[in-house]
């Protein structure tokens, strides 16, 4: 089985920086695109950020220049600068991971979730 353990969420005021950290653990032959999600009450969940095995980055509109996003081997960061009371949100961690080498393709892994407030 693969664990993906979120951490680094929290209550921060407008303006403000959070750096979400994702470690992925279990039985993990190789690591594919790794990322970040989020998802609003009422909301669909949403791309905040990825980044895949060749160091490629694709970011959401709503946080170019605002976020980055970094991994080494199998944990992915999420660093967010310039947070504005709309990036609150519940942010996943997500990862395509295949568990042996006899496996054809990846499958998708999620963590459960970190909260993240920023308020007005």
């Known amino acids: 089985q693969v664990q993906l353990v979120e951490s680094g969420g929290g209550l921060v005021q407008a303006g403000g920086s959070l750096r979400l950290t994702c470690a992925a653990s279990g039985s993990i032959f190789s690591a594919g695109d790794m990322g970040w999600y989020r998802q609003a009450p009422g909301n669909q969940r949403e791309l905040v950020a990825t980044v895949s095995t060749d160091g490629t980055k694709n970011f959401a509109d709503s946080v170019k220049g605002r976020f980055a996003i970094s991994r080494a081997k199998i944990t992915v960061n999420l660093q967010m600068n310039s947070l504005k009371p709309e990036d609150t949100a519940v942010y996943y961690c997500?990862?395509?991971?295949?568990?042996?080498?006899?496996?054809?393709?990846?499958?998708?892994?999620w963590g459960q979730g970190t909260q993240v407030t920023v308020s007005s």
């Open positions: 997500n990862a395509f991971v295949k568990t042996d080498s006899s496996s054809r393709s990846y499958s998708p892994y």
